[in-house]
């Protein structure tokens, strides 16, 4: 079945880094773009980074630009989300995703989440 496995999420003072990946399975991961989404508490969950399936391409959440970077490893169907000089409001939870659009069908897939506590 279809999984994607969050991890690297954690409790970090500001300033500091962290590094998000997400292992993929059960379905053709070079096929997909994959992107990293967040939500905090009392908001809407939002697109933090997004790369195309062949690892071009990324873009940005304006108020990450410059300080988070998204890569991926097609041969170890893993995405990463390097996240350097972190601030108290990147405090969310972390969801990666999976899309894959065919005409009108799209496949859409959510990994369960890693909590990111940005906080001193």
């Known amino acids: 079945q279809v999984q994607l496995v969050e991890s690297g999420g954690g409790l970090v003072q500001p300033g500091g880094s962290l590094r998000l990946s997400c292992v993929a399975s059960?379905?053709?991961?070079?096929?997909?773009?994959m992107s990293w989404y967040r939500q905090a508490p009392g908001k809407e969950r939002e697109l933090v980074a997004t790369i195309t399936s062949a690892g071009g391409s990324p873009n940005y959440l304006d108020s990450v630009k410059g300080r988070f970077t998204i890569s991926r490893d097609n041969a170890k169907n893993t995405v990463y989300l390097q996240m350097n000089s972190l601030k108290p409001e990147d405090t969310a939870v972390y969801y990666c995703?999976?899309?894959?659009?065919?005409?009108?069908?799209?496949?859409?897939?959510w990994g369960q989440g890693t909590q990111v506590t940005v906080s001193s």
């Open positions: 059960g379905f053709t991961f070079s096929l997909y773009a």
């Open positions: 995703n999976a899309l894959r659009t065919l005409g009108p069908i799209k496949f859409d897939y």
